[in-house]
């Protein structure tokens, strides 16, 4: 098997070192399912550890078990590759992933602060499917993104995720979406039915949250400096929001799985990276319109006053921009909370 878990290999140049902590194939796999136990107790093939569920009540997702993990011959150039069947309805999560990444981050030389993952992945034909298909480093806690990468099956958009300080942005600490392209055109949309290389790494030292590939290449200082990398996981949820229900299961296609530690940025060997934005909201203090712009997917916004009433709702089908009439509410501050391809993010707004 040519995975290499917990073992060290040293990738060296003259100015980056690096220790592999993951080199996954899947060429030596058995064809079919990946493990036996969808709880993410027992182990499987290779030792991962496998989680599906259609989600809590009320759910239209009914299609949570072993065979959402597979193995399968993609009869390309990959070979042999893992298939992750994503719900088929308006919840519901599959989620998987390999033991050892705190033993193999503790023991690391000093210095290969920044966890680096790359792999390949397929985009899959044109499909109504809202599924989105991550990759995600969490934190010892489980509740900090510290980096990832998202991909909406539906519109082929790609997006980072990083745990970020939004306080003077008028939000909050927590995890967040990122657009990877440019001013001019923010949105990166892969194309249809082919394999790309992807990466991101998170750099326990600085915060730092680096993105790469087709197309991007980009950076955000993120708010989990310190925080040692506790688990990285593939993950596949429903991605339904707004007004339409998801009905379809996507399919996401994994291979050439990579995690090493590194004291430089080694990410796919590309240079000069550029900094990264999430959308943005204006104008702020508004009088009759706020404007949400650069998004990705977005599904719902809500505003709340300062005793904590919500005053308004409003529902989208993943847009990426809007204009909300708020002629109609009283003046002062309110919270805007947004639900941006699942992901919540707050902003205070003054309604004049």
């Known amino acids: 098997m040519k995975k290499l878990l917990l073992s060290i290999s040293i990738l060296a140049t003259s100015f980056a070192f690096a220790q592999e902590a993951l080199n996954e194939t899947f060429e030596s796999y058995t064809i079919g399912d990946i493990g036996t136990d969808i709880t993410g107790m027992t182990p499987g093939q290779g030792m991962w550890l496998t989680t599906s569920t259609n989600g809590t009540a009320p759910t239209t997702t009914t299609n949570a078990g072993n065979s959402n993990f597979q193995i399968v011959a ?10 992750i069947t994503g719900p088929n309805g308006d919840k519901g999560t599959r989620y998987m992933t390999l033991p050892g990444l705190p033993g193999f981050w503790a023991s690391r030389t000093a210095g290969n602060d920044i966890i680096e993952i790359e792999y390949d992945f ?69 194309p249809a039915n082919t394999w790309v290389r992807i990466g991101m790494s998170f750099n326990y030292a600085t915060g730092q949250v680096r993105w790469k590939g087709p197309g991007f290449n980009g950076f955000v200082q993120g708010a989990a400096t310190g925080e040692n990398p506790d688990e ?30 590194s004291n430089a940025d080694t990410l796919l060997d590309i240079h000069a990276p550029v900094a990264v934005s999430m959308f943005s909201v204006y104008p702020n203090p508004a009088h009759n319109v706020i404007n949400i712009a650069n998004a990705t997917n977005l599904t719902s916004v809500q505003f709340t006053d300062i005793n904590g009433r919500v005053v308004k709702n409003v529902a989208y089908d ?5 204009s909300i009439d708020v002629s109609d509410m009283a003046s002062g501050m309110y919270i805007m909370t947004i639900d941006n391809d699942g992901m919540q993010s707050q902003k205070k707004i003054i309604k004049n």
Do not use: C, H, W
């Open 122 to 190: 397929f985009t899959g034909a044109a499909t109504s499917s809202a599924n989105n298909m991550r990759a995600l480093i969490y934190d010892l806690t489980g509740t900090k993104i510290v980096a990832g990468l998202s991909f909406v099956m539906s519109t082929k958009v790609i997006s980072g995720v990083a745990y970020y300080d939004n306080t003077a942005g008028g939000g909050a600490v927590g995890n967040y979406l990122f657009n990877l392209g440019t001013a001019a055109a923010p949105s990166i949309e892969l």
């Open 232 to 261: 990285a996981a593939i993950v596949a949820t429903s991605g339904t929001g707004g007004t339409v229900v998801n009905s379809l299961a996507g399919v996401g296609l994994f291979d050439n799985i990579e995690i090493r530690a």
């Open 74 to 83: 993609s009869g390309g150039a990959n070979g042999q590759v893992l298939q």
């Open 318 to 322: 993943g847009v990426s921009e809007t």
